[in-house]
């Protein structure tokens, strides 16, 4: 028997026997501009259910800890239920998206250290950038714990630096998700994909993530792909 239990913009999340473990299903929903433009994007979710899968197992054998089980058919994975955080924990290494445009940067310019940036996931309020003091003031989560989120966010950005240059691909910025796990851990969530990171090719700066469909810039899933080809050489 599986319930589905919760539906996002883009991942639909199923019960399953043990009510410890969900059943996360990457749909082909691809979403842009705060998800007023909504397409399907044949094989997306296959596709991104692959390269999380892939980036997270990196992650759990490289000491960090996270919800993610097991990859268990094309389009499913089973993670780790927790008690979402309603923050998402954008890192920067190189300016562009909203931080490009609110700081009136050049395109790519070399960020003198990563930057860490915390919004308040609130569909209505159309997720507000939030400053820590906020964070902690508007009790979204506790000062300790938000010390462990930017060390935590910090730590996967080392990580994954390492691994797209490996690829040759710069990981530009990306955003996580933490949850908090049965025992009151904070644990990663849910996806590190091309949707979620600005990937770049390091010879071209070709992007290989959703820029392309943000931009209207043509067929995103090459890009995807290659990410896809290039994680399989690496790991
Ligand atoms: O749009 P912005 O420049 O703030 O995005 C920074 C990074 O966070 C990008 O890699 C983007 O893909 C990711 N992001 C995301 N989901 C959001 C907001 C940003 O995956 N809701």
Redesign the pocket.
């Known amino acids: 028997m599986t319930t589905l239990v919760a539906s996002g913009k883009t991942k639909e999340l199923y019960t399953t026997d043990d009510s410890s473990v969900l059943r996360v299903h990457y749909t082909d929903h691809t979403t842009a501009g705060d998800g007023l433009r909504n397409e399907l994007i044949e094989n997306k979710g296959a596709v991104n259910n692959e390269i999380s899968s892939m980036i997270f197992t990196y992650l759990n054998e490289n000491g960090v800890a996270t919800h993610f089980i097991e990859r268990v058919n094309e389009t499913d994975q089973l993670n780790k239920k927790v008690e979402m955080i309603p923050l ?1 924990v ?1 890192i ?1 290494n190189f300016a ?4 490009q445009k609110r700081f009136g940067t050049d395109y790519l310019q070399t960020l003198k250290e990563p930057v860490v940036e915390f ?1 308040y996931k609130d569909n209505d309020l159309h ?1 507000p950038i939030v400053t820590k003091s906020d964070a902690i003031g508007l009790d979204l989560i506790e000062s300790d714990k938000l010390a462990q989120l930017e060390d935590d966010g910090l730590k996967v950005n080392q990580i994954l630096t390492q691994l797209f240059d490996k690829m040759n691909v710069t990981l530009v ?3 996580l998700e933490f949850g908090i796990n049965e025992d009151g851990e904070i644990i990663l969530a849910d996806e590190i994909s091309p ?4 990937l770049l090719d390091k010879d071209t700066n070709e992007s290989l ?2 820029d392309v469909f943000r931009k209207e810039a043509g067929d995103m899933m090459p890009g995807y792909l290659e990410i896809l080809n290039r994680l399989r050489a690496a790991i």
Not at 96 to 99: D, I, K, R, S, V
Not at 195 to 198: G, I, L, M, Q, V
Request: with cysteine; charged share 50%; aromatic share 16%.
């Open positions: 998402e954008v920067r562009a998206g909203h931080f919004f997720d910025d990306f955003k949707d979620s990171c600005r993530d959703k």
